[in-house]
């Protein structure tokens, strides 16, 4: 029997059947504003509460403001990083420019694989690891597609490689159907879908475990809200999305 | 608690549960015809009302017709251009060939977005801006769709730097849906969206917000008008736009 | 206050509450078969019969073939052309391989819009033109999308900078969407579609004023038939297309 | 008052309010077995019967096979051909690999333009055609769609200054809106569209009149028949085509 | 009057009202699983209890599955092709690598079009054979859409040149609308659609004519089913398709 | 009669009124988490039981993982690979870079399809398989969609010629429909699908046969489920998936 590792979004383990199984590689898939990056932090902030150290790869944001958009949910890491039960990859400057090096661990060239996995696996080693978060991994291949499931498969070997479970952030536009990719949603152990839909003009959130790898999980479509504490699920309730038809 | 800037359009602030929380870098996006340029024009007026510095980079009018079209709703920001409470960048006349140069700030070629945000950071310096509009920013990227992440993270990244809260306008196609594209509606800190649609024969104005970095926010769409002195937002009605299928 | 042009159309000046703001550049947006080119022709003799001079871009026709299609609807020019009322530029025959020039303004290179524009300017100055009308836009651009924005705005600029109302003729495909492409449809001041739909059986003419800087304008679809007299438009009557949902 | 051109297909002129205006360019659309050929064949043998002189343009049919199919509805050409009031131009073999050269007009080479225009212009001439049929022009532009416009320009253009009126044969794929593409479809006099739908199982023939230069015209689709002696076109009835969602 | 050629398949003669008008190509389309190939084999056996020859050229299998698969439909040509009623044309190893050459009619290079023409035109000239399928033409052009037209062209003219009565075998994907691009839907003499769809959770079997020069034919589509004697076609029977919309 | 292979899935050989006949190669298609590598290891795990010698080959993980999977659903294959009735080959970390060789039969080089289909003859010569499971066949052809046709032709060749009963796993897109592509899906001798469908906010399994050849099977889509031992299927139900209209 897999062992399981606690999310600490309240109601997701139960959506899970327990956690995620140890290990996996999840893609946790959703357009603007679905609320990927609050879940994957909040995903690394429970591991800390329960002494399994995180790293957060940061490809969309600064490090600082990252710190500061966690500190805003409750979730201050600070502290822990100097613990050494978390830890930041500065992936976000080399994609806008040079700045003066504030982090400790830095990718500098991301059109160099090799090299984030490099500092990834320096990262996870120092501090021991048990999850990592990268957000998101679409930044990686956005203008090449044909390099995404290379890059996934890579990822996903080293992570699972050190032991470390994994959530994959995977950008999609508004409304896009699929999860990523042919080449990304196949290659991954677990597909998590974040989904905000207008319905009757109203913006109503839900998520629907996609696959799992190693459990069984809900195999329904789940709502839940962003509160000033981060995300709540609601395990016994499902949305319904209505049939809609919209101008295409 | 992150501080504020009131939008000064009536409604809007209460839709956003109090305004825009300072430094976020909000895209404007709608098709053509729906008020983008009101709508942000209208932002800068009343952060000029309330003593706070805005810039508006042109790049679809001439700045000449700009000030014209905002005298139009009573907005005449010359006096204020010359108290230093208003600057015009003008990233028009470099689009359309050189032109005499009747402005302070402005944009030689569009293809450079170094000297883009060099010009950009020089005004905001120069006058303490806290409000800044790039209406749009889709004309920075429009032949070159791989660059647009990196503008706007570059973009974005200037402007939370220098403390300013801005308005990205982004121009999508009429019934188009998305936001203009994934590497840009991922990169922003909040996403409004406005629409005009054909219902029974008669066309609707309505706005959404559909995410917002710092801030809860109605989650319902609002029917707006546009008056001749400015947009009026209803925050207490809720637009359903009835199913349509059109032909594709 | 900005002043008006009156379209000469019946019923048209009242959808859009007046006329078309003066130095407004409108984009005429249809597909095949819905009217375009006799609203346009329409809206010069309007110009004429109150003392305006307008000028006929031709790209689509020979000119003299125009001069009788106008005529064929009672607008004969060419008494106007020896006052100085009226004049064409002949955009045509540059197209479809060199001819004998009977035409006083003619363009030899359409793939040059510098010297479009020169005879352009040349011809408005010429008569001091009040009206113009490029039929079409479209074939300034055809075969170079990615030109197309600043085709528009070039012209836009040529336009209003010599005081002119324009109407640029954009041609979309049958059933298509939009008003012809972002980089057109976001730069000009006002956008009019017509429209002719075929429900239950038969042929349906209506009009959509979309956006029109500088005035209020009517927000219905309404119905307008072609007689052989120009179009007339019923500003009290709307048109309400069913919902359709076709092959794809 | 332009004159007419009676299409001798029984009940088509009723449709046309009297025929086709002289010199007319019309676009003939529709998609496999809609029955294009045999309207447009028709046409021709309409003309012989009234004594005006006509010219088929094979690009899809060998031309003896043409003259087999049209003897097989009673339109046995080969006496007109001898009094000089029916020619075949050969644009077919010049596609297919080079044969022994029967036939009077031939085109060697399609990539050509000019020698196909030369090729049919002197056809007119000789023989004082007063209808053409080019079936189809889409060949002509097949596999250089950028090309579509110029072409049908060009042959508008020649056919108009002869005097002569046109069908231009236009192949659509089945279950394809629009006529042809943007550039074809706009440049034409007139536009007439064929259709054979599957509607519960059966298959229905119709027509519209889409567009027509120079004449008024029935808005309706209208049901017809294809019989052993040609097309009949029943001017009174509607056919509704039910609203129809397909797969994609 | 046109001689007919009998397909051999029950019930499929009297959907055309007689069978095949002699000489004509005619496309045989459908998706996976649709039948065209035991539609095509049965095709070719009924020849051969007539007394006709014919010949079966192999893209897609090895000639010897292809006769073995039609030996278990109890159409054993072995007999048949020593006493030259029957021909295999192997042009199946050629696309997947050089193998021990076992086939009389032999096609070593598929983008060579003219050995394709030379080797078939040989076998039709040596058992004199009235009837060809080619299963599949597809395959001829897969890597080279805009070769269709004109590889299509060629066969005909071959086959119709030789007297001979052709089945081009079309594949489409599922689901796909069209018959095979229209460079090949416009050039054949006859279409014949095969579709197999999911209708309430079964498939149901079914075709329709949707073209074909030289006769009349039912204008409905049939249902039919695959036996273990072949296909079995109910010209009584007629399947009304529901309404479908699907995930697109 | 063709003799027939036991899946060994509870349920699936009565829906394949027997089982899949032997030497043909089915094409397996699913979207992600629809369970296709589940069924095929199943597959495989159904002949060791019989006593019929399995491959699979592994592109899409590592070797190592894949017997983990299986021993998690009680198919621990580690003995029956010493006993020669099972063998991997290692087709993964050619594809993500070089590892230690522990497997046996290893590809190097993923574009070689030559050396593929060396080491697979290999491996099923050496122990006298009577399956293979190559999971997936897509990967082989991800970034070069011309090849496809042609590799599947090629292993579909090699599979049949030495008397193998073979799956290809294909991937698609989440609501793709089709089964990987027109070279593919043509060229296979039977096509399973495996769906994944969400239903009034439920996900739902199912998988319908869309072609087999050499038997009959059946003609309706069956629900199945994933449980803790592996696929059942449920032959004597059937599931009707709603219309669903979806935002595109």
Known sequence: MVGRVRTGIPGMDEVLHGGIPERNVVLLSGGPGTGKTIFSQQFLWGGIQNGEPGIYVALEEHPLQVRGNMAGFGWDVRKYEEEGLFAMVDAFTAGVGKSREYERYIVHDLTD??????????????????????????????????????????????????????????????GERGFGGPGVEHGVDGIIRLDLDEIDGKLKRSLIVWKMRGTSHSMRRHPFEITDRGIVVYPDRVLMRKTVVELD
Chains 1, 2, 3, 4, 5, 6 share one sequence.
Do not use: C, H, W
């Open 113 to 174: 694989i090799k090299e984030f996995i490099d500092v990834l696996r320096t990262a996870i080693k120092d501090i021991g690891a048990k999850r990592v978060v990268i957000d998101s991994v679409t930044t990686l291949y956005i203008n090449k597609p044909a390099m995404a499931r290379s890059v996934v498969m890579q990822l996903k070997r080293v992570l699972a490689g050190l032991g470390v479970t994994g959530i994959l952030v995977s950008q999609i536009s508004a």
